[in-house]
């Protein structure tokens, strides 16, 4: 039988070693989770990372309000979809 610690301490290496960017934030949209691969891709050291708001460290300013009004869509259900598909 595996602890919850043992599960923990599992679950916490898949997420640092995982090679894709896996970032954790809380409904503020604030870093609470960071990964290696994130700190290669985008330059910021998890220390740096946690608890800054999405939007500083991974979007550029100029797609910065498009950005938010994305992200308050989904706190709010609203969404909704563009495509440049022309068959959908």
Known sequence: MVSSQNL???????FESNPLVTIEWDLDFRVVA???????IF?????EAIG????ELII??????LVDNIF??????????NSINENI
């Open 34 to 40: 960071w990964n290696r691969a994130a700190t290669q």
């Open 60 to 65: 550029s300013r100029e797609l910065r309000d």
């Open 72 to 81: 308050q869509s989904l706190l709010q259900q609203t969404g909704g979809s």
């Open 43 to 47: 330059g910021y050291t998890k220390e």
């Open 8 to 14: 923990a301490q599992k679950l916490n290496l898949l």
């Open 52 to 55: 800054r708001h999405a939007a």
